[in-house]
């Protein structure tokens, strides 16, 4: 065997550096801002928290209106309820979310994440809380500064407050988690239950284990994480590029205006300077949740929260000079082009998510809400009777995933002359699935053939929510022996 | 299994784990960490640094809990384990739960006469479905029955309908037997009685021959089968008078009877389900019949 010879290549522009690939995680001091965009989050936020925390506990028919009753295996959305059949469905309305999400996306860059993400509706109250407790950007730096209230040489008065602050604002993370993450497994247990049982600690061992696990990760997602998950979690910031075009809005600085970026004295002709409208005040860089510059062009990081726009134009304004040095424009704009919605990539997002949403609809308003299985029994084929009829048995099973009670009355076409055992009305509550013993019984006068189709068909007595009595049906076989049928036997008597 | 096996399983086992602490207590030093070993292979050449302290003391606690293991389960061979497991034991520590969870549901209607019972909606169900479960293999999902399996929703009942009667079919099974003819009548003869069984059951028989058949009948049938032909539950012979057929009523089949006989088995279910099931089962079955 010949040894294959290898040469050692090493390229000779590359100088021999290692590179970490692992950054130390910084820790960003976030600068309060208020601002239009920041008032447009209350707008968007609030009614998603609202309705987060106040939907479990609407009642609707006597159950809770929003409930996924997992060991049931029935989803209840109001006044719809779903079984595990209707798991298409689900299917088809995670297929228009994506589509929706694409399309508002390619438009209008990333304000899911900027003003209804969850994690920024909670990063946003717990930043909120952490200013409360632990004072403004500068006084937090000042604070983490400070020693603990246990240093090497014992106990230190000054690190008193420090606790206190910090406990105080863990105090409130974890509050706010422990709401959140009962709030979430009330939509599985039932909100109220869970109140009752967890106040008098009678809690199951399973139900206690998810609260604390929705609320530890509700705590460290928002607490400690941060924008450690829209960077390094989120797989929205990474694809974000596959679907933004040069007409998608995005934040972005105006490079050709601002630049030269650099201080001036006040009302001094700073354009003669060489100087453009950004003072390098870098107040953007400092309200930033993500803690990117936003100057440095459009990066994945960043949210779309825009609170770099509110802080810039809070300066433009104390400087005179146009608002909108940082703001939501497109590239397209930015080069000195317009906005056209005549794009390829958004016509066919916009047509795909309408067309899926229109058949959702339809198909979600026609859902037969009764349904009906037979099943012979493998062995016996017929039976034949004392009297000379033929008879077949058949299990049948009834489902009514109706909200009402119903009684159904049992059918058998396609088989005249055919009696039915029993041949009563079958009542099958709500949620219910009756499985009931049906024997056909027939005189072989009445036999076309030896094996023939037949269809069973129920029909409610009373009528569903739509006024229409509800009904289904199903095909399966009547055997008889061919001797017993007329057409069979040419004249020769019955055996 | 066998002893020698045994041994050899032991040996296997005990040796293996010795060899497994021998290697790595061997290797444990190395000569020069932090060189290569002097070996090449292609040009790649290999370090010799020690096991790293995590995977060494992870190797060891292994072999120790394995020596802890089969100590106290079974696995060496025939050696049950100290601990006194095994798996029968587990099934019937889970029976007894089952049963203590479960056993008051079917203990309630004990004391509930069958004919009551049977119109219990509750009880019923649970009674169709224990049938489901064990019954309805042999006497179809309606309890309708087959070739050779007894239909029960008919009025003929082969042993007795009294609680009693259907407890011991339940508890014990029942074996049926009905001789082969073939040897004591010749094809002319079980032609004959063939026809007069025709004649019992009310159809049309071939006059002369079922006239014939009726002297052999009353010689040999009617022992178990009764003078008028109306059958004996102590036997489990059938009514012949009414047209009900366990094998089929066609000349072909009652030839088929005759000649060689019918051998009907039904198990007992007595070691399978107990008295509070059974009691349940009763009142279902008559039920099935009492639904025409």
């Known amino acids: 065997m010949q040894r294959i010879p290898a040469k050692e290549v090493i390229a000779d522009d590359v100088d021999s550096k290692v590179f970490n690939l692992y950054e130390k995680r910084e820790k960003i001091y976030t600068r309060h801002i208020e601002g239009f965009f920041q008032r447009v989050r209350l707008f968007t936020g609030w009614p998603l928290l609202l309705g987060y925390f106040l939907l479990p506990w609407i009642n609707l028919d006597g159950r809770q209106a929003v409930l996924f009753d997992l060991p049931a295996r029935k989803f209840h959305i109001l006044w719809m309820t779903f079984w595990p059949q209707d798991f298409a469905l689900l299917g088809w309305l995670l297929a228009i979310a994506a589509f929706a999400l694409f399309f508002v996306t390619t438009l209008w860059g990333r304000v899911w994440c900027g003003y209804t993400c969850p994690q920024t509706v909670w990063t946003a109250i717990y930043m909120w809380a952490e200013q409360l407790a632990e004072g403004e950007r500068l006084q937090r730096m000042k604070l983490d500064k400070q020693p603990s209230i246990l240093s090497p040489k014992g106990w230190n008065r000054a690190g008193l407050e420090k606790t206190l602050r910090r406990l105080f604002k863990h105090g409130m993370w974890l509050g706010f988690a422990a709401l959140t993450g009962f709030t979430f497994i009330g939509y599985f247990y039932g909100i109220r239950d869970l109140v009752m049982d967890a106040w008098h600690w009678q809690l199951p061992l399973m139900a206690m284990a998810w609260c604390i696990f929705f609320t530890l990760a509700t705590y460290i997602n928002a607490g400690w994480m941060r924008e450690q998950v829209c960077i390094y979690m989120c797989p929205y910031a990474r694809f974000q590029s596959a679907m933004f075009d040069r007409d998608t809005l995005v934040i972005s600085y105006d490079a050709a205006r601002g630049e030269q970026r650099g201080s001036r004295r006040r009302n001094s002709d700073y354009k003669a300077e060489g100087l453009g409208d950004c003072i390098d005040c870098t107040m953007c860089v400092q309200v930033c949740p993500t803690g990117i510059d936003i100057r440095n062009g459009l990066q994945y990081q ?10 810039c134009d809070d300066i433009m304004d104390k400087m005179g000079y146009a608002r909108g040095l940082i703001s939501y424009t497109t590239e397209n704009k930015l080069a000195g082009g317009s906005w056209t919605w005549k794009r390829p990539k958004l016509i066919g997002y916009g047509a795909a998510m309408l067309v899926m949403a229109t058949l959702f609809v339809i198909v979600l308003a026609n859902r037969q809400q009764v349904s009906v299985e037979v099943m012979r029994d493998r062995a016996s084929l017929f039976q034949q009777l004392s009297d000379g009829r033929i008879e077949n048995a058949y299990q049948l099973r009834i489902i009514n995933r109706d909200g009402m009670d119903h009684e159904f009355v049992v059918e058998v076409a396609d088989l005249p002359g055919a009696t039915l055992v029993p041949d009563r009305p079958v009542a099958v509550a709500s949620g219910e699935i009756a499985d009931l013993l049906l024997r056909v019984q027939i005189s072989p006068e009445n036999l076309q053939q030896a094996n023939q189709n037949v269809m069973f068909r129920i029909v409610s007595v009373d009528s569903g ?17 061919a001797s017993s049928v007329p057409a069979n036997r040419n004249g020769s008597p019955a055996p | 299994m066998s002893t020698g096996f045994s041994l050899f399983v032991i040996v296997g086992t005990l040796g293996s784990l010795l060899v497994y602490a021998l290697l790595l207590f061997m290797n444990r030093r190395v000569k020069n960490p932090g060189q290569t070993t002097g070996h090449e292979f292609d040009g790649i050449s290999e370090y010799d640094n020690p096991l790293p302290a995590w995977w060494f003391w992870g190797f060891a606690l292994s072999i120790l809990f394995a020596l802890g293991y089969l100590i106290w ?8 384990g100290i601990g006194g497991w095994t798996s029968y034991g587990q099934l019937e520590d889970q029976q007894a739960e089952a049963d203590e969870r479960y056993g008051p549901v079917f203990a309630q209607y004990r004391n509930v006469p069958v004919d009551e019972l049977a119109k219990d909606p509750a009880a019923m169900r649970m009674g169709q479905r224990m049938f489901a479960n064990n019954c309805a293999q042999c006497h179809g999902s309606a309890g309708t029955g087959s070739h050779g399996f007894p239909n029960l929703t008919d009025e003929e009942w082969l042993w007795g309908n009294s609680p009693e009667q259907i407890h011991a079919t339940l508890s014990n099974g029942r074996q049926a037997t009905m001789p082969a003819w073939g040897a004591m009548l010749n094809a002319i003869g079980i032609r004959n009685v063939t026809e007069y069984v025709i004649q019992l059951s009310g159809r049309e028989p071939v006059a002369d021959q079922a006239a014939l058949g009726k002297v052999e009948f009353d010689r040999l049938c009617a022992v178990c089968h009764g003078a008028d032909g109306k059958g004996q539950q102590l036997m ?8 009900i057929w366990l094998y089929g009523g066609s000349r072909e089949e009652i030839t088929e009877t005759l000649l060689n006989g019918r051998n009907g088995r039904m198990p007992g279910f007595a070691d399978r389900l107990d008295d509070n099931r059974l009691h349940i089962l009763n009142a279902y079955v008559r039920s099935l019949s009492a639904a025409q």
């Open chain 1, 302 to 311: 960043c949210i779309g929260c825009a609170a770099c726009v509110d802080a």
């Open chain 1, 465 to 481: 929510r739509n006024g229409q009595p509800l009904r289904a049906e199903i095909e399966n076989r009547f055997i008889a022996p």
């Open chain 2, 73 to 80: 389960f079974p696995g060496l061979g025939n050696f049950q």
């Open chain 2, 236 to 243: 489990g012979a059938p009514d012949l008078t009414n047209n």
